[in-house]
């Protein structure tokens, strides 16, 4: 891969990486981390890729599995969500609410919602990317829906 090729790609997809290790580590250092090491592997990656969703697909289940790297570690720890949303701009307060009531999901619920909801991948390419059943997939994504909803009205 030519420098020029990993530029354009990273430029495309870093945004993905890190919204997917965000969502998985809750803490915007680990996050970075993880986003760089993901780019790394793809910089040093031989792989062929078929199409553009299928690079996705593999950048994505890499950053899920240095995720989980990343929490065996015994320095982990997790920041708090309100410290780093200040930081973040939204435009109006519901959208902030939201956030928070995400962020408070459990990552087995966090990480689908973020797949389906953001990214806009179906519950049979969740289930692969995450190496789930998609029956699963459907099943957190109606539970998560269930928890933000009982979140949103509590405030």
């Known amino acids: 891969m030519s420098k020029e090729e990993f530029t354009a790609l990273a430029a495309r997809y870093m945004d993905t990486i890190y919204r997917v290790a965000y969502s998985w580590t809750k803490n915007p250092d680990d ?17 062929e890729f078929e ?38 701009g939204f435009e109006e307060e519901s959208h902030l609410a939201l956030f928070q009531a995400v962020m408070k999901l ?20 969740i289930a692969s990317i995450l190496k789930i059943p998609e029956k699963t997939v459907s099943t957190r994504l109606f539970r998560a829906r269930a928890k933000l909803k009982d979140y949103l009205k509590e405030e």
């Open 106 to 125: 459990d990552k087995k619920y966090r990480v689908p919602v973020l797949l389906f909801y953001y990214e806009g991948y179906s519950t049979a390419e």
């Open 51 to 88: 199409s553009d969703s299928h690079l996705k697909n593999w950048l994505i289940r890499i950053t899920v599995n240095q995720c989980k790297m990343l929490f065996r570690s015994p320095w982990k720890k997790i920041e708090d969500i309100g410290k780093y949303a200040d930081t973040l």
């Open 31 to 47: 996050a970075n981390d993880v986003t760089q090491d993901v780019l790394i592997q793809l910089y040093k990656t031989q792989k």
